[in-house]
């Protein structure tokens, strides 16, 4: 026979106030697995939808970073000139020659300063990034002193709202624009006319060319073309993946971090409900030898305390995880370690972070659970009811 279900929750019911504090502990321990889980899977979905799958970013051969990359302007004239580049509606290939640059800027509220990106772009920058939407203001003016700012850094950063200006490369900009890039690493950036900023940091080689082919089934054979050509020393890679790239460090010591303080956490969790469960069985000796006079056998009982405490397991992961869904609504940013600028990424729950909580829920419970059901399992009737 087996022990029913509603029998075991009642169990715990009646045992209300145990139940809640062994439950809060697996809670908090849930809630900082689902947050770690949730920031780095925040920090990759940002860095993947910085780039678009269908562009192409030409950099300096085993560059990782646009800051590393250096791209002469008779390279980027050779490049532009390949036939698998797609063409605008005016004939003109559809490519954008940027260069960045790190400055400082003071933080709002804190004057604490931070790195942040200045990209330059060519007209066709906007258009090569069909997520960048301008949300106030205008486009900055080509030749002109003006710049337009993510919608991360005008809210994080002094002199970075619109209608602000920002002193860098001894000249004074003006912030004409702010733009929303979904959620991207481009929400970190300020823009501006690269012919402009060029002159202003004393650059003569762009930092990267971003194109788009004619057909995405073309990319191998453009790859081959320009890292093959011996005019150039480029590395051409799709834009998606090269963003996604520059996170594997921040996503690598997130995780590694997470991982460390969940093991510690999840012991302590464990030790509480091993104590709470062996607690239950103590108070429970003789409710034991009757359930075994009565006909059930060993694997009932141990099966009974094991769900008792898989359970209670379940019910602290669905809590912790319902206050860190809640992480959803905040934002948080830090300096990427390959980029070194500040990085503006949110939290974000997905289906298989659920999935991963809740077993990590349940693992909880069963080691937690295992020892106290198997000395109940082991109690002989007599033994038990003489105790009781």
Same mark, same amino acid.
């Given at each position: ?22 439950? %809060?502990?697996? %809670?908090? =321990? ?26 192409? +970013?030409? =950099?300096?051969?085993? #560059? ?6 250096? =791209? ?47 990209? &330059? ?15 106030? &203001? ?12 993510? %919608? ?15 002193? $860098? &490369? ?71 993946? $090269? ?12 995780? +590694? ?11 302590? #969790? @464990? ?10 069985? #103590?108070?429970? +000796? ?16 141990? %099966? ?10 379940? =019910? ?47 693992? @909880? ?13 082991? @109690? ?9």
């Amino acid at each position: 026979m087996k022990i029913p279900l509603s029998y075991v929750a009642r169990n715990l019911w009646a045992r209300r106030l145990t139940t809640a504090l062994t439950g %809060a502990g697996l %809670a908090l =321990v849930v809630f900082v697995f689902a947050t770690v889980l949730m920031l780095d899977e925040g920090l990759r979905n940002t860095m993947v939808t910085t780039g678009e799958y269908d562009n192409v +970013v030409l =950099v300096r051969r085993s #560059a990782e970073t646009e800051v590393q990359s250096g =791209v002469d302007r008779p390279q980027a004239s050779v490049a532009s000139s390949h036939p698998a580049i797609a063409l605008g509606a005016d004939g003109q290939p559809m490519l954008s020659k940027e260069t960045l640059v790190l400055i400082s800027l003071n933080k709002r509220g804190s004057a604490k300063p931070s790195n942040v990106i200045i990209r &330059g772009i060519s007209p066709r920058g906007m258009t090569l990034r069909p997520q960048v939407k301008l949300t106030a &203001g205008r486009m900055f003016r080509p030749g002109a002193s003006e710049i337009i700012a993510g %919608a991360s850094i005008a809210r994080r950063f002094e002199g970075a709202g619109i209608g602000e200006t920002l002193r $860098f &490369g001894q000249r004074e900009w003006t912030v004409v624009g702010l733009f929303d890039a979904g959620n991207s690493g481009f929400d970190s950036e300020i823009w501006g006319d690269a012919d402009q900023l060029m002159p202003t940091f004393r650059r003569v080689a762009y930092s990267s060319v971003i194109l788009r082919l004619a057909d995405t089934a073309l990319f191998d054979g453009f790859k081959k073309d320009i890292e093959a050509d011996p005019r150039l020393t480029l590395d051409a890679k799709r834009e998606q993946t $090269f963003y996604s790239d520059q996170s594997k460090a921040l996503s690598t010591f997130i995780s +590694v971090l997470g991982l460390i303080l969940s093991v510690i956490f999840s012991i302590g #969790a @464990m030790i509480g409900a091993t104590i709470t469960m062996y607690a239950s069985v #103590a108070n429970r +000796v003789g409710e034991i030898g009757t359930l075994r006079a009565l006909g059930f056998q060993r694997r009932s009982i141990l %099966a009974a305390f094991l769900a008792e405490s898989m359970l209670l397991a379940v =019910v602290g992961g669905a809590l912790g995880l319902a206050c860190a869904s809640l992480m959803q609504f905040l934002s948080f940013s830090t300096t990427n370690f390959q980029s070194f600028s500040e990085l503006a990424f949110g939290f974000r729950l997905t289906p298989g972070i659920v999935v991963k909580t809740l077993m990590f829920s349940l693992a @909880m419970g069963v080691v937690g659970g295992f020892l106290p059901a198997l000395r109940a399992a082991r @109690m002989q009737i007599v033994d038990a009811l003489r105790a009781a």
